[in-house]
């Protein structure tokens, strides 16, 4: 299976004075539309957004290990305060920093070798966060794959949240209480996404696809008993779980707050839906507008539709192709969607709030899913 990870970049540079293929604009397949993609990457290529920036990353990742370094220092230093609960919000936004950081290390942004790249990963994954760098790596992979695709993206499988009226439909227990007050209940379950992740990692150490299960293992053990050791060490039992509690749900709200835009309240694909793939990529996928601020907040995954088409790119080139995709896509006449953050989340809300309403109206006969993508 062809990953996005891995998708086709040819670095062939293009005619300038090639005119540029047009597609149907039903994206339907046709005996050229073959040839789409590689034509946009080819432009990607011929701009030089897919050159390393090991300089880029080699301050990145100081300036985010010397952060991490720095909120342990804090604990200590602040002793029995409760201005740990500070501390415990900064260590929130640090993790989420480190989490954007491993993200791009597993798309190979960071190193080419993908021995590096492991190697870090798992340092900052398992090590620093307490999040399986292996379990994560495949579950992202197949999102890349296949995004929002009901039956092959785990991002959009039904658990605790419905993300369509047919999940709603099959919903029990649990997820069908939930799911008829899910917007309303988003941001709140977010607060315990930092702990799902950890109990996630644990868990998948006994999937069979899991390489490197000792290694992983090892790294998640050191990081929890370093970790709680530190923690009530430093501090009387009561602040210390008021302190572990904050950070895991400020880390839980700020990542849910960085991947919730990108695809939720995208259209959907289920079944034998595939379209070709830069369609597939960017159909699904929605930009956030913004600045330097927005970039480093998000870490570039603001420009979404740029990350999936092209994983490897480095973060900082995202913005540079942003132009170059967007006009693309409009020659082929294919829609770019991007928004504001704030309605960025407020389009994600309101796709959960639709698709819960068959459970809130307990209707037997549950309305037509979200369309097919159009071009």
Not at 91 to 108: E, F, I, P, S, T
Not at 149 to 160: C, G, N, Q, R, S
Not at 313 to 321: D, N, T, V
Not at 350 to 364: F, K, M
């Amino acid at each position: 299976m062809t990953t996005a990870i891995d998708a086709p970049q040819p670095r062939t540079v293009p005619d300038p004075g090639r005119t540029p293929r047009r597609a149907p604009a039903d994206g339907s397949r046709s005996g050229r539309q073959g040839s789409d993609f590689s034509e946009l990457s080819a432009r990607i290529s011929a701009a030089g957004l897919m050159n390393r920036r090991p300089l880029y990353y080699a301050v990145r990742l100081t300036l985010v290990g010397v952060a991490f370094a720095a909120g342990w220092v804090a604990v200590f230093a602040v002793g029995t305060s409760w201005w740990q609960l500070a501390v415990a919000a900064y260590l929130g936004v640090v993790y989420g920093q480190l989490a954007l950081v491993a993200h791009d290390l597993a798309h190979r942004q960071v190193f080419r070798s993908r021995r590096a790249s492991e190697l870090f990963g798992r340092a900052v994954g398992n090590l620093c966060i307490g999040m399986s760098y292996g379990w994560w790596m495949n579950k992202h992979t197949r999102h890349h794959a296949n995004p929002n695709h009901e039956d092959l993206d785990p991002d959009v499988a039904p658990d605790i949240l419905v993300w369509s009226r047919e999940q709603a439909a099959e919903a029990r227990g649990l997820p069908r209480f939930i799911g008829r007050h899910q917007a309303a209940l988003f941001f709140p379950l977010l607060t315990l996404e930092g702990f799902n992740l950890h109990v996630s990692s644990f868990r998948a150490l006994r999937q069979p696809h899991l390489k490197r299960k000792w290694l992983e293992g090892g790294l998640l053990l050191v990081h929890t008993a370093a970790y709680l050791v530190a923690l009530f060490w430093a501090l009387p039992v009561g602040m210390a779980f008021a302190v572990l509690f904050l950070h895991h749900a400020v880390f839980g709200v700020y990542l849910g707050s960085i991947f919730a835009p990108n695809h939720k309240g995208m259209p959907t694909l289920k079944g034998d839906e595939r379209p070709d793939f830069l369609r597939r990529q960017v159909l699904t996928s929605r930009n956030v507008r913004g600045g330097l601020l927005t970039d480093v907040a998000l870490g570039g995954l603001n420009y979404q539709i740029e990350h999936h088409l092209f994983p490897s790119m480095p973060s900082p080139h995202l913005r540079k192709a942003r132009p170059l995709v967007r006009d693309y896509c409009a020659e082929l006449g294919i829609s770019y969607h991007e928004t504001g953050l704030v309605a960025s989340w407020r389009e994600a809300m309101r796709h959960l709030h639709d698709v819960g309403a068959p459970l809130r109206e307990d209707s037997p006969t549950l309305r037509e899913d979200s369309p097919t993508p159009k071009a």
